[in-house]
């Protein structure tokens, strides 16, 4: 059974940073898309970001420019820094796997196989 681990949540304030961290419990190169998702109260679930296997990213447009997606394949963690966070960044986020997943491995598809439990991130104005 594969466990996803997310941390790095917390509170900060507009224009601050954050990293997010997600610890895969088996070798994360063996998942061909991994991502950040997104889902604030009343909200439906976004993607954030995404990145496939041979390093390819994908970028929700409200996050681009911000956000990085990266992962350390010697840690088996995936990470998502965030940068100049704002108020509508606030949500419950969560970490995503999938081997399988390849042209679909994008901010559009949350069809993933493994998910984390999610990780606060809070940002007041």
């Known amino acids: 059974q594969v466990q996803l681990v997310e941390s790095g949540g917390g509170s900060v304030q507009a224009g601050g940073s954050l990293r997010l961290s997600c610890a895969a419990s088996?070798?994360?190169?063996?998942?061909?898309?991994m991502g950040w998702f997104r889902q604030a109260p009343g909200k439906e679930r976004e993607g954030v970001a995404a990145?496939?296997?041979?390093?390819?990213?994908n970028y929700a447009a409200s996050v681009k420019g911000r956000f990085t997606i990266s992962k350390d394949s010697a840690k088996n963690t995936l990470y998502l820094q965030m940068n100049s966070l704002k108020p509508e960044d606030t949500a419950m986020y969560y970490c995503?796997?999938?081997?399988?997943?390849?042209?679909?491995?994008?901010?559009?598809?949350?069809?993933?196989?493994?998910w984390g439990q999610g990780t606060q991130v809070t940002v007041s104005s």
């Open positions: 990145i496939r296997s041979d390093g390819t990213t």
């Open positions: 995503a796997a999938d081997p399988a997943k390849w042209v679909g491995c994008n901010t559009e598809s949350a069809d993933f196989g493994y």
């Open positions: 088996r070798y994360i190169n063996s998942f061909n898309c």
